[in-house]
């Protein structure tokens, strides 16, 4: 029962990590890149602020189902949550993808599926489980990376058991308490950027609907592939130096990435002056609704004000952040991100020890979701209210705090098994 089942259980943890990353988040890429397409093309009435609802209600969704299903996963075998999760999944996109065929308040309906979509979602609870009691101490981090870099080529593919008995202890809450603040601010700076992405890039750029979904498509894409490598690089650092110093590593890089967003210097960004809107309702028969599935979106094409909108006040003063500034910020937070978030549920695991762990990864999953529920509400408002500089300058504080948290909680983030003295770390 040794080495044989141990790589058993490491082949069918790859294989979870496998269906995790193919099939959950389409709220990731998709979320990002739903303004223009909220708003032109499904419901006139949606605005920014209603993009954040939207994209909180994915997290919203998955924030209930990995309580649920993590709490499901620890009495029941894991398969029963992870099919239903997956048929919940399947209905939820269905409905997301005709969510444009009413007449009216298609935006309300949009919010309904994703939060479907998200309940679907939160198995992740239970994927993370079992790969937490499948893998040994030493295995644990490469597996959980190998999740993350499936997770992610899910996310590129979007826009383009431990044998050995552990002596029983108690776990240290501070450091689960910790972790789960710490996950939660990781996911809470990563949603508040792809939220943030189309209309920063828009405002700032004065790119159209149409150039904002392409280029920043391309842009995430390109931060699926850098996120791949960085989940590889992880399985070899963190041998190396360890996974608290690579997490420490991880904020800090964030903290520069955002830190380079702040707008400096004396040029300033287009303003748009004129931005009309149409907000009736057409009276619309079955009939043309049919016919315009078969219509190319092109022929209704109406060019729209691009630029800096005057209701917002922050555009006439804040000086606009150069494309070579948010690419620079880009590729930092791409390499940041992926790597604090895999380091963060790797430790966590770590921590719990060989205790059943689907309630509490469940915990770490709600976190999570909360984060992606506070997040794309707490950017959209700022940067709608205040503009990018308050925005990015909260975001530095945020980070500073949580660097300064990891510090405090550096020693007590240890395997269960090394505090306990099983083994040295």
Not at 179 to 186: A, K, P, R, S, W
Not at 268 to 278: K, M, S, V
Request: charged share 10%; proline share 5%.
């Amino acid at each position: 029962m040794g080495r044989s089942r141990c790589r058993e259980s490491w082949l069918q943890a790859s294989w979870c990590g496998w269906n995790y990353g193919e099939l959950r988040d389409p709220g990731g890429t998709g979320a990002a890149l739903g303004r223009p397409y909220t708003r032109k093309q499904i419901d006139q009435t949606a605005d920014a602020s209603f993009l954040g609802w939207v994209i909180a209600s994915y997290s919203l969704g998955q924030m209930v189902a990995s309580l649920l299903f993590g709490l499901w996963s620890n009495y029941r075998p894991r398969k029963e949550p992870l099919i239903v999760s997956i048929f919940i999944s399947v209905v939820a996109n269905c409905l997301y993808a005709y969510v444009h065929l009413p007449a009216s308040h298609n935006k309300y309906y949009m919010l309904i599926a994703r939060a479907l979509v998200g309940f679907g979602a939160g198995n992740v609870a239970v994927v993370r489980s079992y790969v937490a009691g499948a893998t040994s101490l030493q295995e644990r981090t490469s597996s959980m990376a190998n999740i993350s870099a499936c997770q992610a080529l899910g996310f590129i593919l979007g826009p383009a058991t431990t044998e050995v008995q552990l002596p029983q202890g108690n776990i240290d809450q501070v450091a689960v308490v910790a972790t789960n603040i710490l996950f939660f601010v990781v996911l809470f700076i990563f949603a508040l950027f792809e939220t943030i992405i189309t209309p920063l890039t828009m405002d700032m750029y004065g790119w159209t609907q149409e150039q904002a979904v392409l280029y920043n498509g391309v842009i995430l894409a390109s931060l699926g592939v850098e996120a791949i490598a960085v989940f590889m690089g992880v399985k070899f650092l963190s041998k190396k130096i360890g996974e608290r110093a690579l997490l420490l590593a991880g904020l800090i890089v964030i903290w520069a990435g955002f830190f380079i967003l702040l707008p400096w210097g004396n040029q300033f960004p287009n303003i748009q002056w004129e931005d009309l809107h149409n907000n009736s309702i057409p009276n619309t028969t079955f009939g043309e609704i049919v016919i315009s599935l078969w219509k190319s979106p092109r022929d209704d094409h109406v060019e729209g004000p691009t630029g800096c909108p005057i209701q917002q006040a922050w555009c006439l003063y804040t000086p606009v952040i150069h494309l070579a500034q948010f690419l620079t910020s880009a590729v930092l937070i791409g390499i940041g991100y992926p790597a604090c978030n895999v380091l963060s549920y790797s430790l966590y695991s770590k921590i719990l020890g060989p205790e059943p762990q689907g309630v509490y990864m469940g915990w770490l999953t709600a976190s999570g979701s909360g984060a992606r529920i506070l997040g794309p509400v707490f950017i959209s408002q700022v940067y709608s209210h205040w503009g990018p500089r308050w925005a990015f300058s909260l975001l530095c504080g945020i980070v500073v705090l949580t660097i300064t948290l990891l510090g405090a909680v550096y020693k007590r983030l240890v395997a269960f098994s090394v505090r306990y003295g099983r083994i040295q770390e």
